[in-house]
């Protein structure tokens, strides 16, 4: 009876995922299918409106069968008022489709709610059971855990150091736009530019030199977050050479600032940090990857074992 229980939740819980991604499509459906309904109902009005006005005697009406061609234009206007019509009908019947179908997928998940919450607590409750009674299933299942509880951390770890590297990405990426407007107005400066060049330009190496203080703090805490993750030695040799950056940086650029090639040194100097950053980041994303796989796999065998029988 408790093997049919499990067995009945994991199905409600299999269908409340089809019912999810169902709702999710027919609410994407919705925008596009108003905004159709809406321009159509606009064009059945205003070709109904035509019809009107001929058949109620408008002056334009008056003028046509002067001529003798109303009952030509009333006709061509009537067949188009009934295709704008048509249109109109079809639009409205697929919407109201889409929205009984929204509907009834809405109440079905309505009477499922829960059932995730009460699978995984079924799921628990025979764990505990079967662990407490012992045997090879019940070691098994211990093992599963840890490994869960392992790589569960691990992942954690990785998405912190994963997030330290990308704000440490954005802030050189701020720092090479900096240097960048300063080698624009630097090389105005040299063609003859005046104060005002040279204060945009001085305006732009300050904000790169905050930036790099930025960048520092940041880059540290990238290295920080990696003596977490379990890595090759050769990624952390990296990020300790790549902390060099502020000396360098403010040692070669900011000792002389009318020099333009100071500003190429420093820019290539960020874009040998940028790239060492994204190179850490390929393998960290790569190792992400691989945990999520290797915990998926984890918890599918976890599952297995438990709804077996």
């Known amino acids: 009876m408790e093997q049919e ?19 999710r499509s027919l609410k994407s459906q919705l925008p596009a299918l108003k905004a159709r309904e809406e321009e159509l109902a606009a064009a059945r009005s205003k070709e109904q409106t035509d019809v009107d006005k001929l058949e109620g005697g408008s002056l334009k009406a008056y003028f046509l069968r002067f ?9 061509q206007e009537r067949a188009e008022a009934a295709q704008a019509a048509v249109r109109h009908d079809m639009v409205c019947r697929e919407l ?43 070691e098994r299942l211990r093992e599963l855990e840890a490994r869960t509880r392992g790589l569960t951390g691990q992942l954690r770890e990785l998405r912190e150091a994963l997030e330290a590297g990308e704000t440490a990405r954005a802030t050189a990426d701020r720092i090479r736009s900096s240097l960048d407007s300063a080698e ?24 790169a030199q905050r930036q790099v203080e930025t960048l520092q703090v940041q880059l540290r805490r990238f290295r920080t977050e990696l003596a977490d993750v379990e890595i090759q030695a050769d990624m952390q040799v990296g990020i300790d050479g790549f902390l060099r950056f502020a000396d360098f940086f403010f040692d070669g650029l900011f000792a002389d600032w009318a020099v333009l090639d100071h500003i190429h040194d420093a820019q290539q100097q960020v874009e040998g940090t940028r790239d060492q950053i994204d190179s850490v980041l390929i393998r960290l994303r790569t190792m992400e990857q691989d945990t999520v796989r290797e915990l998926t796999e984890v918890e599918a065998e976890r599952e297995r074992l438990l709804t077996q029988g």
């Open 5 to 23: 229980n499990l067995h009945s939740l994991r199905e409600q819980v299999a269908r409340q995922a089809q019912l999810r991604s169902r709702e």
């Open 67 to 75: 001529t003798g061609g109303l009952e030509d234009r009333l006709d």
């Open 96 to 138: 109201a489709s889409v929205q009984a179908d929204l509907e009834s997928a809405q109440a079905e998940l309505a009477s499922l709610a829960g059932c995730e919450e009460r699978y995984r607590a079924a799921l628990e409750e025979k764990a505990r059971q079967l662990q407490n009674a012992g045997g090879p299933m019940g």
């Open 184 to 207: 624009g107005w630097g090389t105005w400066d040299l063609l003859g530019g005046g104060l005002l060049t040279d204060l945009a330009k001085h305006d732009h190496l300050d904000e």
